[in-house]
């Protein structure tokens, strides 16, 4: 795969990355937003970190180190890749945004796997 540009984004504001590959990348369905009224190309739950995982960290910042080491771990047990090079054709050299309804976005799961994909792709 080239390199592409990989950027986060609360689900509840407007796009800022045009013609991108919009993943949302929660486990739960975003609270108050329509099905129909989000612009989003595929919901990947399967890199979203587990219910487990998700409930421990409760997006309490003291413990964000060791959720993104945890996190990081879980995602070496998914092919991310193969998910990536599906959603996306390895020939597309439009940038990825991560769709997440976190308020923290620099202390999300979002964040993670930005860096995580950023490193792979």
């Not at 910042?61 to 193969?82: C, G, H, I, N």
């Not at 090079?85 to 390895?90: D, G």
């Amino acid at each position: 795969m080239k390199r592409r540009k990989i950027a986060v984004e609360r689900v509840y504001e407007k796009p800022e990355t045009d013609n991108a590959v919009r993943l949302l990348v929660d486990r739960l369905w975003p609270r108050g937003v329509r099905r129909d009224e989000l612009p989003f190309d595929d919901w990947a739950k399967e890199l979203a970190p587990s219910t487990e995982l998700r409930k421990w960290y409760g997006h309490d910042t003291t413990r964000f180190d060791a959720f993104a080491a945890q996190y990081r771990a879980e995602l070496d047990a998914v092919p991310v890749r193969e998910y990536i090079e599906r959603v996306t054709p390895t020939a597309d050299t439009r940038p990825i945004v991560l769709l997440t309804a976190s308020k923290d976005l620099a202390h999300s799961h979002a964040s993670v796997l930005a860096d995580y994909l950023r490193a792979i792709v």
